[in-house]
């Protein structure tokens, strides 16, 4: 049950929007760094009701949507400080965790990357590459059809390279770290929906249905949904991304394929299928095409419930695991990941008091937690290591208005769908 909304005119410190993982790191670091800040989150639902309590539980290093990508356009160096910055991030979360008593059912086991044909093999090779670039020692090795299967038992993967990262419960994580922080004084306010933000003398005020906060700084920690505010609803857009759980597999299911570690997998292509086993032995995976939907679309009612998505889970279930092919799902569900211009986040400051982050591109649960350290020193003024990292304070292009927008991610789509499947005809990786 979510607790109870705001029902008062109040002042503070600090002002979040946003109940998820942006919102709650940083309030954790805001308080560790001075404990004497009086800081007020609004959660329009309660917090974890977004990505953060529903995404698929891969803890990640990776920044935005590619290695590829992030070397492209921020160059070598500054990438392996992102990448160093998160990696530390991965080990820190799960510190946090034990210290705090959340029972965040994380499993360090990693995650393999994984090629489905010839091509996906090339995409690995490339990777390889450039993680020798940014410093990778030993320990990143393209193991070949035969070995990748010693790993993971599927006919579906050709090649596979182990990544370091954990699988976690992103509701559990998401629930502690809202007890932790309000046992550390944060007020969390759920079922309060910001619904403007105005300059005041010294600060912003944010106008929620039944109160009002004043407040000298106010984050927008909203992702996904950032495109409500008008600074923002260019800057970053809305896209479904689908998966199904299974029920729990049986002893005897369990025996049928040799997965001896529970490693999580990631087919490399631009959309991607995984899989990794729960906690309870449920097999949790996704994949196929993300869709943007007009005007930003968010709408669960519409959307949630995706019986294509549905079929096409079915189909990649019985290319990966046919032994399991006829295994019920106990539920699928969807949810929107946010992408900006060039599939890279961002966190940065209006300059007027009012900071954001947001753009995770379906890799957060990691990088909030970097994020959080860097919206910590931008809001208390400090310059530092975090709030210099690749991602802060660079210049965001925008979307165009609609219908172009939707126009645009149509075709964007289609062609980095056509180049999964032909990746040869298109010569040069679009993101
Ligand atoms: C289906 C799916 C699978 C994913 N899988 C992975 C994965 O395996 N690994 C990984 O690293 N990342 C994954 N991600 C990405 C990751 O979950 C997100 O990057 C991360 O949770 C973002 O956290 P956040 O706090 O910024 O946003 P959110 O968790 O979305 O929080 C934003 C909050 O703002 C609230 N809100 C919205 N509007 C208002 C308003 N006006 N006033 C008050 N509150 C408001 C929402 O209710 C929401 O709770 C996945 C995402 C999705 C959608």
Redesign the pocket.
Known sequence: MPGPPLREDITCDVCI?????????TANFLKAADRGLNIHI???????????????????P?IGHSLGALVTRFGVDRAKLGYAAVGKSMLELARFCTKNGIDAELEPAGYYQVAADTDQIRLLERDLEIAARLGAQSGLDLLDSRAARDKIDSPGIKAAVKVGGAL?N?HRL?RGLFRTVTAAGVHVHEQ????NVEAVPGGHRVT?PHGRVTATKVLY??????H??SEFRRKVVPV????AVTQPLTDEQLRQVHWPDRE?FVEAGNFIV?GRLTAQNRLLF?GGRANYHFRRDMDEGRHIDNQQATAALRGVLARYFPAWRDVPFSHT??????ITREVV?HVGSLGDGRFY??G?????????HT?GKSLRDLILERDTSYSNLLFVKGKEKQFPPEPLSFLGAKAVTSVLAAQDRHPRLIKRQLI
């Open positions: 929007i946003g109940g998820g993982y942006t919102a709650l790191w609004l959660e329009a639902d309660y917090a974890g009701a977004g990505a953060s309590g529903h995404n698929d539980g891969f803890v990640t990776t976690i992103p998401a309060t929906r910001a619904t929620t920690a909203t992702n996904a949904y950032q409500q505010f479904w991304s689908y998966a999580g995984f996704g569900y969807g949810g929107c990941v946010a986040p982050a947001h995770y591109c379906g890799n957060g649960i990691a990088l909030t994020a």
